[in-house]
């Protein structure tokens, strides 16, 4: 797996290329938005992550993680 390899900037392009296959799937805005946090891109992350949730109020990737991130950046 690309994350395992910390090839985040190639995992970011591949699911970029996801996210036009499947602009509506709420874990490819989730998973993007756990790579940004990996990135250091705190605001990006929530961003991922609030739209991931617009498209489905359960992800629970989206969830737990934003509220991580909430609770860690204020």
Same mark, same amino acid.
């Given at each position: 797996? /690309?994350?395992?390899?910390? @090839?985040?900037?190639?995992?970011?392009? /591949? *699911? *970029?290329?996801?996210? %036009?296959?499947?602009?509506?799937?709420?874990?490819?805005?989730?998973? /993007?938005?756990? *790579?940004?946090? @990996? *990135?250091?891109?705190? %605001?990006?992350? /929530?961003?991922?992550?609030?739209?991931?949730?617009?498209?489905?109020?359960?992800?629970?990737?989206?969830?737990?993680? @934003?509220?991580?991130?909430?609770?860690?950046?204020?």
């Amino acid at each position: 797996c /690309l994350d395992q390899l910390k @090839r985040y900037e190639e995992s970011h392009q /591949l *699911l *970029l290329e996801v996210l %036009k296959l499947a602009p509506h799937d709420a874990a490819v805005h989730a998973n /993007l938005g756990v *790579l940004q946090e @990996r *990135l250091g891109n705190a %605001k990006e992350a /929530l961003a991922y992550y609030d739209h991931a949730l617009v498209l489905d109020a359960k992800n629970y990737i989206a969830l737990m993680n @934003r509220g991580a991130l909430l609770a860690n950046t204020g």
